[in-house]
């Protein structure tokens, strides 16, 4: 599947080892909890030809332990959740010492509000966790802080940094219809932010499985391209459907 998945487009693949508190802090969400293990990150270092990303867990008294293993293994990056101060970000960097790169998620108050300080930071990348941002803030919406410019604020602290957020599914897809905010609009706040990256979230799985994984990237990329091509009226326009969709979501939780 990664093998697939890297032809078809993807640019690099994560192994996902975060576990310490996540339950417990996400318990009653709709998230994921990932069984990934040290011998899936040696896996997939044997069997692609694109970087491999390690998220690992919060920074405490395992990470000393986690960042040799993964660097042993072969991660090329490692990224490192729940970050709170620029401290947390320079103690993973000193304990890589230049082995590997490391990119972290912004993803509490904390960190919020030392964006300015943690993006002057020697980092890969950052990454805006919707979900956990969401959960600590009290938000009614997954997607508020698309929409009350937090991300927006957090983007122009971190110019020059290459910078992701969300993560949309297949656009005009069975498994994407019910979505409360469509792919397409994902796609077009990606490209008016100016953002570098995003990942593939469930909805790309639940819609790829028994079917070609290149067509389903192909799709995101020609929603992509288009996004990145309109016009200033159309921007303007999908921003406020975004708005919209993500005013008139309810979720329960």
């Known amino acids: 599947m990664a093998r697939g998945t890297i032809s078809a487009g993807a640019a690099g693949i994560v192994i996902d ?9 996400q318990a009653g969400f709709d998230t994921l909890v990932s069984q ?5 990150l040696e896996r997939m270092r044997r069997g692609v030809n694109a970087p491999v990303i390690c998220r690992v867990d919060p920074l405490g008294p395992w990470t000393a332990e986690q960042v040799e293993l993964a660097v042993a293994l072969g991660a090329d990056e490692l990224l490192l959740p729940m970050i709170r101060s620029p401290g947390d970000v320079e103690r993973v ?18 960190a919020l509000a030392c964006a300015d300080e943690l993006a ?6 950052v990454y805006i966790g919707l979900n956990d941002l969401a959960i600590e803030r009290g938000s009614p919406s997954l997607f508020t802080a698309l ?6 604020s957090v983007r122009e602290s971190f110019s020059n940094v290459p910078f992701g957020f969300a993560g949309p599914g297949v656009p005009d897809s069975e498994a994407t219809s ?16 100016r953002a570098d990256f995003s990942t593939l979230r469930r909805a790309f ?11 389903a990237f192909a799709a995101i990329a020609s929603a992509a391209q ?6 200033a009226q159309a921007v303007a326009r999908d921003r406020a459907a975004l708005v919209a969709a993500v005013e008139a979501w309810a979720p329960a939780g």
Do not use: H, Q
Not at 205 to 215: E, L, P
């Open 226 to 231: 288009a996004a990145a091509s309109r016009d």
């Open 36 to 40: 990934d293990t040290p011998e899936d």
């Open 17 to 25: 080892w975060e576990r310490i508190g996540k339950e417990e802090r």
């Open 205 to 215: 799985w639940r819609y790829v499985d028994g079917r070609d994984v290149a067509a």
């Open 120 to 125: 002057s930071l020697p980092v890969s990348r």
């Open 178 to 193: 019910n979505l409360p905010v469509p792919p397409t609009l994902l796609l077009g706040e990606l490209a008016r932010m």
């Open 93 to 110: 960097l000193d304990l890589v010492n230049g082995r590997c790169g490391v990119g972290f998620m912004l993803e509490t108050i904390d």
């Open 147 to 152: 929409i009350d410019g937090t991300v927006e």
